[in-house]
């Protein structure tokens, strides 16, 4: 049997953790027994396509084994779902909204925003839809580099900022400012994209939690990904990085989630990107020894 990856194993910790903890969050009944399904169907598959590099058609298998860890994070998403019974006082929005008139209001972060009309809220809208992507976007940017052999350390960067905002969603049970307090403080500008954005966020969206902000974790740990495996390209990681500061104010300007959301879910990446700083640099070193 073939290897498992190193970030394969953190999709292994991380539904096994899910699984572990739901006892005591008492679950209903019909969905108590699914996180361990999930736990067991993930870790099967994983350790199929492992197999099936090492025994059968190993190119093919390899390069599906980079997407299916990226495909694996949407059901990670969705599994959070099931912890949307939690009940919600609201005691934490209550707080929290103090924080976001003074950066919407006060810090004059709203006026700024729409002081151009409608170009800068349909900008940060375009970059909220776009955070979804931001996974396959950036192993894709290594397969146009000619670095597939990094993407096992990419995605456990990336990997390591997205699930640990997953972790923490039902310690803190919440809803976003959209929903807790209706129509105050929403923006002034409303463009299409936005109402997309609003269609698939009530449809699709789940309901557990929005503390931390899984959109700012993921989009800031793809960018030290980047800036520390293409030291060579700082573009692309900085280009990440702008990104990332850009969904970060979309969030909050939006009502999706509120600063708290934010400012946590950027020190997550922060211990993602020196998880990945400290398991990536012996080794990118060793390469320019090499050279």
């Known amino acids: 049997m073939g290897r498992l990856r190193s970030s394969e194993w953190l999709l292994i910790i991380y539904f096994s953790y899910v699984a572990f903890i739901s006892p005591a969050f008492s679950l209903p009944g019909p969905v108590a027994w699914r996180p361990f399904a999930v736990a067991l169907l993930v870790a099967g598959l994983l350790v199929a396509f492992a197999y099936g590099e090492a025994r059968e058609y190993p190119e093919t298998f390899s390069i599906a084994r980079d997407w299916l860890a990226v495909a694996l994070v949407l059901v990670a998403y969705r599994e959070m779902d099931w912890f949307g019974y939690l009940s919600h006082d609201y005691h934490l929005e209550m707080r929290w909204i103090e924080w976001d008139r003074w950066f919407l209001y006060k810090a004059g972060m709203q006026h700024a925003i729409e002081s151009l009309g409608a170009l800068v809220p349909l900008y940060l809208e375009l970059c909220y839809l776009l955070v979804y992507a931001v996974g396959p976007f950036a192993v894709a940017v290594l ?41 105050s403080d929403m923006p002034n500008v409303v463009t299409a994209v936005r109402r997309f954005n609003l269609w698939i966020v009530n449809g699709y969206g ?58 946590a879910g950027f020190w997550i990446s922060v211990v993602a990107g020196i998880a990945g700083a400290l398991a990536i640099g012996p080794q990118m070193n060793a390469d320019k020894r090499a050279l």
């Open 143 to 183: 397969y146009f580099e000619r670095r597939r052999d990094l993407v096992n350390a990419l995605l456990g960067v990336y990997l390591l900022g997205t699930l640990l905002s997953y972790a923490l969603f039902p310690y803190f049970p919440s809803d976003p400012p959209r929903l807790v307090f209706g129509g």
């Open 206 to 263: 789940i309901h557990s939690s929005v503390f931390p902000s899984a959109h700012v974790s993921s989009a800031f740990s793809a960018a030290w990904a980047l800036l520390l495996l293409l030291p060579a390209k700082k573009r692309l990681g900085l280009g990440m990085l702008i990104y990332a500061l850009s969904v970060s104010v979309a969030t909050v300007y939006g009502r999706y989630h509120y600063l708290a959301d934010v400012v």
